[in-house]
């Protein structure tokens, strides 16, 4: 799993840009993770669903119990 994160991350995010120093890289791939590819990418591997989806029906779940 880490493997294609760390794929799809270069993929289609970072080969797109240049950055000057390692903490505006850094703030900007928070911004990816967080941003997108949380909430709005969404990933076979959850049944086309976002992570945050996935996570929110398991917190509704869990309050219902």
């Given amino acids: 799993m880490?493997?294609?994160f760390f794929s799809v991350l270069k993929n289609e995010w970072l080969s797109r840009f240049t950055f000057s120093t390692r903490d505006k890289a850094r703030?900007?791939?928070v911004r990816y993770i967080e941003g997108f590819y949380n909430r709005k990418r969404l990933h076979s591997?959850?049944?086309y669903q976002t992570p945050q989806e996935v996570e929110?029906?398991?917190l509704t779940r869990r309050s219902a119990a």
Avoid: I, P, T
């Fill in 2 to 4: 880490a493997e294609s």
């Fill in 27 to 29: 703030r900007q791939v």
């Fill in 45 to 47: 591997g959850l049944g």
């Fill in 56 to 58: 929110d029906q398991y």
